[in-house]
């Protein structure tokens, strides 16, 4: 008997424990309920949107993030109003929009498409750019309230292929790339050695090469009226096709230019140090990349504001997500 007595006992506890548990548990689900339906809907809307902004921020500074391509410069590859996505945490994503890059272990590779600040651009300020970044994430690329004085975005960051390596020495010839690559002494056609490799995307060139000889008039006529000379009826007559180019090969014509303008006047060392520039190519640093445009002829590139920092890269591109008919992994 006293054994079935203390059986008793422990059951009723037990069972008291459980009613006030239950009870209680009724009792916040009810208060929650009750504090639900007195709940204002706006601000209910409201906590709702926030936190998907959140959500969406976060995802967009740390993992993912979308992008509108605003320009020609990776025509085939990438066409103007393309929304891509862009991997942030392959090469370590910034902890804040614009400040404190995290490291990685992995660093871009030749060929790949990346996304990184514009050497060029010019800053209206810290808060300004963080809130800039902030609304063109939340807003899938939409808004962007960097704007240039004719109200056209101001481009702040750029998408390019890394064409140039660590160690590379690059030269144009008529608008095609040739590499030294580190610890060679020969030159390699780009478009040779990316058929070599695989890769199958398209360098792009508006330029054909018969129009060559019209740059190469225009150029020279450009550098004698430079040096205050006059240039002959037939070469002003021959560089008249320059004119019907829509996007002509500008660092050849620049060259060609100089080149006049130093034989012209070989005593100036100006001419001596410019044309250097661009007999000499491009050397890219340790720690560095050359990011060029595949479409050669129309993208302001690695080639006018030379090699980028490897910490300066934001991201890989990933796929093509609208317009539909383009989606697709990017190469």
């Known amino acids: 008997?006293?054994?079935?007595?203390?059986?008793?006992?422990?059951?009723?506890?037990?069972?008291?424990?459980?009613?006030?548990?239950?009870?209680?548990?009724?009792?916040?689900?009810?208060?929650?309920?009750?504090?639900?339906?007195?709940?204002?809907?706006?601000?209910?809307?409201?906590?709702?949107f926030i936190w998907a902004a959140c959500m969406v921020l976060l995802a967009n500074q740390y993992l993912v993030q979308a992008y509108?391509?605003?320009?020609?410069?990776?025509?085939?590859?990438?066409?103007?109003g393309d929304f891509v996505f862009v991997n942030k945490i392959i090469y370590g994503p910034e902890l804040l929009p614009g400040f404190f890059k995290l490291p990685s272990v992995v660093s871009p590779k030749r060929n790949d498409i990346i996304i990184f600040e514009n050497p060029s651009y010019i800053s209206k300020g810290v808060a300004f750019d963080v809130t800039q970044r902030i609304i063109y994430m939340l807003t899938l690329t939409f808004v962007d309230i960097d704007k240039d004085e004719k109200g056209e975005p101001r481009v702040h960051f750029l998408i390019?292929?890394?064409?140039?390596?660590?160690?590379?020495?690059?030269?144009?010839?008529?608008?095609?790339?040739?590499?030294?690559?580190?610890?060679?002494?020969?030159?390699?056609?780009?478009?040779?050695y990316n058929a070599a490799i695989g890769w199958n995307h398209r360098i792009s060139r508006l330029m054909r090469q018969e129009q060559y000889p019209a740059i190469?008039?225009?150029?020279?006529?450009a550098g004698w009226v430079d040096a205050k000379l006059n240039p002959s009826e037939s070469l002003y007559s021959k560089s008249q096709?320059?004119?019907?180019?829509?996007?002509?090969?500008?660092?050849?014509?620049?060259?060609?230019?100089?080149?006049?303008?130093?034989?012209?006047?070989?005593?100036?060392?100006?001419?001596?140090?410019?044309?250097?520039?661009?007999?000499?190519?491009?050397y890219v640093p340790q720690g560095r990349i050359l990011p060029l445009g595949d479409n050669r002829d129309n993208s302001r590139d690695g080639r006018y504001f030379g090699p980028v920092k490897k910490s300066k890269i934001l991201g890989k591109g990933m796929f093509i997500y609208w317009p539909y008919w383009r989606m697709g992994v990017m190469k």
């Open 1 to 48: 008997m006293p054994n079935t007595s203390k059986q008793t006992d422990f059951f009723d506890h037990v069972q008291v424990i459980t009613e006030k548990f239950l009870t209680k548990r009724a009792q916040i689900r009810h208060e929650k309920k009750e504090k639900r339906k007195a709940k204002n809907p706006v601000l209910d809307w409201l906590d709702a």
């Open 68 to 80: 509108r391509i605003p320009s020609g410069s990776m025509i085939d590859t990438l066409n103007i």
């Open 160 to 192: 390019k292929r890394c064409a140039g390596y660590s160690g590379d020495h690059l030269i144009m010839e008529n608008g095609n790339m040739k590499i030294r690559f580190l610890g060679e002494d020969r030159w390699v056609n780009e478009n040779e």
């Open 241 to 282: 096709a320059s004119g019907e180019m829509r996007y002509p090969d500008f660092l050849t014509y620049e060259k060609i230019r100089i080149e006049t303008l130093r034989k012209a006047s070989p005593g100036d060392t100006r001419y001596a140090a410019l044309l250097a520039k661009h007999r000499l190519g491009w």
């Open 216 to 221: 190469d008039a225009a150029a020279k006529a």
